[in-house]
């Protein structure tokens, strides 16, 4: 118990948490797209996008409720409740992220601006992200 109750007051165990949590998304994300790709018996973009969305974001929410958040489980409701909250989250930080990578690559036309765009707004999202779930989907536990 003591040992949890450290670990969840160190703002650097919790961002590194994050950072990891969010590399292992996007992995399991790219790894479901490349496996439909190869298995459909028609390769086709839409299909691998949408299976790698829903392997990354449902391995997300997971890690992020138990591991960020430390959140329980209260009810069905409850839990569908912020399951949607953290979809909608989830798709606004996403479009800061494309805006921020499309403005660069508009702006200067570099391969160097995307990049330095999108991880700027890949920042910009996950604090975002972060401080949104915090304040309305993993609500802390009031004193």
Known sequence: MARQSSERSTSA???ARYFAFAMLSTAA???VQAAVMELAPSPSLMPSILAGTAAGFGLKYLLDKRWIFFDGYTSYGDEMLKVVLYGVFSV???LIFWGFEIA????WKTELAKYTGGALGLAIGYISKYT????FVFKP???
């Not at 660069?104 to 702006?107: E, L, N, R, S």
């Not at 949104?132 to 304040?135: C, E, G, T, V």
Request: aromatic share 16%; hydrophobic share 50%.
């Open 104 to 107: 660069f690559w508009t702006i």
């Open 141 to 143: 536990e009031e004193a």
């Open 29 to 31: 994300n790219f790894a």
């Open 13 to 15: 165990g919790i961002a």
């Open 92 to 94: 606004l930080t996403t």
């Open 132 to 135: 949104l779930d915090r304040k």
